[in-house]
């Protein structure tokens, strides 16, 4: 009788007591959670845009590679149409600029609220200088400029508005 196994009288093994079976029952639930959480994490990291202010882009601190957001104001006198309907105007937190290019014939017109020295965030990439739109968010009323453009703009100590709201 040397083997370390027990069996029943039948051949068979003996039944998982209440114990080992609520713990198996806990511990796949828990592996089950664990991977949902991961697909969820990973699927998401897509989607999240980062922001970021002029000063940060052109400091090149963390700049990521693939979509991000960059807001502050439109700077007066820099929003030039050209007769293809590409748009390029400047974004700036008075500290430093950064030239947008954004074309309305592939990405649709700019919002009927967008103008020079308001607040505005746009959606895209950076390289050689320049941030290419793809997406252009204007503020939505006369009172309202976005969180993270007030934000930005208190940090270069440019601010001079009421808290956003």
Known sequence: MGSSHRRWADGGYPIMKRK?????????GMAVLALAVGL??????????????????QAGDNIPSNTFRLG?????????????????????????????????????LLPDLFREGQGVIVE??????????SRVLAK?????MPPEVADALKEA??????APE
Not at 40 to 57: G, K
Not at 84 to 105: C, G, L, P, S
Not at 157 to 162: A, T, V
């Open 20 to 28: 080992t079976q609520r713990a198996v029952l806990i511990g796949s």
């Open 40 to 57: 969820a994490i990973y699927a998401l990291d897509d989607s999240l845009n980062f922001f970021l202010s002029p000063s940060q882009v």
């Open 72 to 108: 502050g104001l439109v700077e007066d006198g820099s929003l030039v149409v050209d007769g293809e309907m590409n748009v390029q105007f400047v974004v700036t937190d008075r500290v430093a600029d950064i030239k947008v290019y954004y074309d309305q014939q592939a990405h649709g």
């Open 124 to 133: 895209g990439t950076y390289g050689q200088n320049l941030f290419t739109a």
């Open 140 to 144: 939505h009323d006369e009172n309202y």
């Open 157 to 162: 100590g440019e601010w001079r508005g009421e």
